[in-house]
């Protein structure tokens, strides 16, 4: 059985440096990352030790989360390594070929794909856009956090009487108003963002153990932007983020980034209003 294994990070047409990739930092256990080239193409690889990287080895080591964060932060390293001389197709982490010949093989069977991807994605990089609902200052007045009225009860107002009730309804009715508001609110900063951009996806909304945050995610967003149109864009989050859209929501952005979200071979594009804008 051979002792390693190929473990490729990213396609490119441009390699990087020698030196970068000497100073790179690949997975432990594994040489040095390198370039291996597949007709007009590079791939970045590395050699990994193959009783480590084997299906049931790694399979079991992911399953560890401090071990699939580690794996994770290695394979960016490597992806952003790649990345440094041009556009990078990033491959899913864990991408394993028995060897070289392997890798070349799977590559130049999408070579013109992979060529084409490459060529869209010149120039341009990915900014992740997300927006909140605006945290509550607390529960409604008469409720104990929980929803449960707990107003006194007016004179004449039996248990389970309709004022009780009216106040019940009343208080749904305007807490789903608010939701639907910053909806809205979060559905028109993506109107906005999409203008600017050559491409955008939505992805699932993050959960509160995620962000960290009480208040919902209403918006988790990618924007593929031309690097002409950066300082459009990020003016055009700033204005979100200084009220523009009132206080129902805020907005957070972060980049540039590797384009991942817009780098999948199977993927087509959502070009919004992107050419309206002109």
């Given at each position: 059985?051979?002792?390693?294994?190929?473990?490729?990070?990213?396609?490119?047409?441009?390699?990087?440096?020698?030196?970068?990739?000497?100073?790179?930092?690949?997975?432990?256990?594994?040489?040095?990352?390198?370039?291996?080239?597949?007709?007009a193409?590079?791939?970045?690889?590395?050699?990994?030790?193959?009783?480590?990287?084997?299906?049931?080895?790694?399979?079991?080591?992911?399953?560890?989360?401090?071990?699939?964060?580690?794996c994770?932060?290695?394979?960016?390293?490597?992806?952003?390594?790649?990345?440094?001389?041009?556009?990078?197709?990033?491959?899913?982490?864990?991408?394993?070929?028995?060897?070289?010949?392997?890798?070349?093989e799977?590559?130049?069977?999408?070579?013109?794909?992979?060529?084409?991807?490459?060529?869209?994605?010149?120039?341009?990089t990915?900014?992740?856009?997300?927006?909140?609902?605006?945290?509550?200052?607390?529960?409604?007045?008469?409720?104990?956090?929980?929803?449960?009225?707990?107003?006194?009860?007016e004179?004449?107002?039996?248990?389970?009487?309709?004022?009780?009730?009216?106040?019940?309804?009343?208080?749904?009715?305007?807490?789903?108003?608010a939701?639907?508001?910053?909806?809205?609110?979060?559905?028109?900063v993506d109107?906005?963002?999409?203008?600017?951009?050559?491409?955008?996806?939505?992805?699932?909304?993050?959960?509160?153990h995620?962000?960290?945050?009480?208040?919902?995610?209403?918006?988790?967003?990618?924007?593929?932007?031309?690097?002409?149109?950066?300082?459009?864009?990020?003016?055009?989050?700033?204005?979100?983020?200084?009220?523009?859209?009132?206080?129902?929501?805020?907005?957070?952005?972060?980049?540039?980034?590797i384009?991942?979200?817009?780098?999948?071979?199977?993927?087509?594009?959502?070009?919004?209003?992107?050419?309206?804008?002109?």
């Open positions: 059985m051979k002792d390693t294994l190929t473990y490729a990070f990213a396609v490119t047409r441009t390699p990087p440096p020698g030196d970068a990739l000497t100073a790179a930092a690949g997975h432990g256990g594994g040489g040095p990352l390198r370039v291996v080239r597949a007709g193409l590079w791939l970045v690889v590395q050699d990994v030790p193959a009783e480590a990287f084997g299906e049931a080895s790694l399979g079991e080591r992911l399953n560890r989360p401090e071990e699939l964060e580690r994770a932060r290695t394979h960016h390293r490597g992806v952003e390594t790649a990345a440094l001389s041009g556009p990078v197709v990033p491959l899913p982490m864990a991408t394993l070929y028995l060897g070289d010949g392997n890798a070349v799977s590559v130049s069977a999408r070579e013109a794909e992979l060529c084409e991807l490459l060529d869209r994605l010149r120039g341009r990915e900014w992740a856009v997300k927006v909140h609902a605006v945290e509550a200052a607390g529960p409604p007045p008469g409720t104990d956090g929980t929803g449960e009225d707990h107003a006194p009860a004179e004449g107002d039996a248990p389970g009487g309709r004022a009780y009730l009216g106040r019940v309804s009343a208080r749904r009715r305007t807490q789903r108003d939701r639907e508001r910053a909806l809205a609110a979060a559905h028109a109107r906005e963002l999409r203008r600017y951009a050559v491409a955008a996806t939505r992805h699932r909304p993050q959960s509160e995620l962000t960290g945050r009480s208040a919902p995610q209403l918006l988790n967003a990618a924007y593929l932007v031309d690097d002409a149109e950066r300082a459009a864009f990020t003016r055009a989050v700033a204005g979100f983020g200084a009220g523009r859209v009132g206080t129902l929501v805020e907005t957070t952005a972060s980049g540039p980034w384009p991942y979200s817009f780098a999948r071979l199977d993927q087509e594009w959502n070009t919004g209003e992107h050419e309206a804008r002109a």
